[in-house]
């Protein structure tokens, strides 16, 4: 039983930082940023401050539903093979994702004071913490770190301007070369 335990939490852990180094680092996090400081999102979150806490956990939960939904969708594309369509509509799910979680993050008082709300929230709160707490996720989260950061480093020298392509390949050849040496 253990061992199912293990897979599974291994599991659950290699998925969520796939989702994470994938999409929230790379595309949805700068997205989120700028969608934050929009003057429509700005209203919104004054609005919902205004309702009752049933009203704000219907809104919750229906953009938090629409993007789950969302989520099972673009797995089925993917595993029809249409990697473009499911890239475009993970994207597009961070829209409902986006509102729920300001919705979440600027009403969780009101929230967690309805029972069975802040129960499901601290046990996803509590199911969060033993993912992150693996030792394969730990493991593997320090290989996509050193990973992203090589990536960031070639990205980098493309980046420069004023040089030939020959001095990019050599800076990367030698920049190759060093990290053999070691």
Do not use: C
Not at 73 to 96: E, S, T
Not at 106 to 134: C, D, M, P, Q, V
Not at 153 to 175: A, D, Q, T, W
């Amino acid at each position: 039983m253990r061992v199912i335990r293990n897979f599974f939490i291994s599991l659950l852990a290699f998925a969520y930082l796939l989702l994470e180094y994938l999409f929230w680092d790379t595309i949805l996090e700068p997205i989120y940023l700028k969608f934050k400081e929009l003057k429509l999102y700005q209203s919104l979150l004054f609005w919902i401050s205004t309702q009752h806490k049933y009203l704000i956990l219907t809104i919750f939960v229906l953009f938090f539903g629409v993007s789950e939904i969302m989520g099972v969708w673009a797995l089925a594309i993917l595993a029809q093979g249409m990697v473009g369509l499911f890239v475009v509509i993970y994207i597009v799910k961070f829209i409902p994702v986006a509102i729920a979680f300001a919705v979440l993050e600027n009403s969780k008082e009101r929230l967690l004071s309805i029972g069975w709300f802040a129960t499901l929230y601290n046990l996803t709160i509590k199911i969060l913490h033993i993912i992150k707490t693996n030792p394969l996720f730990l493991q593997s989260k320090t290989f996509l770190d050193g990973i992203k950061n090589r990536i960031k480093l070639i990205l980098n020298l493309f980046k420069r301007e004023k040089r030939s392509k020959i001095n990019l390949f050599k800076r990367i050849f030698l920049y190759i070369i060093k990290k053999n040496r070691r």
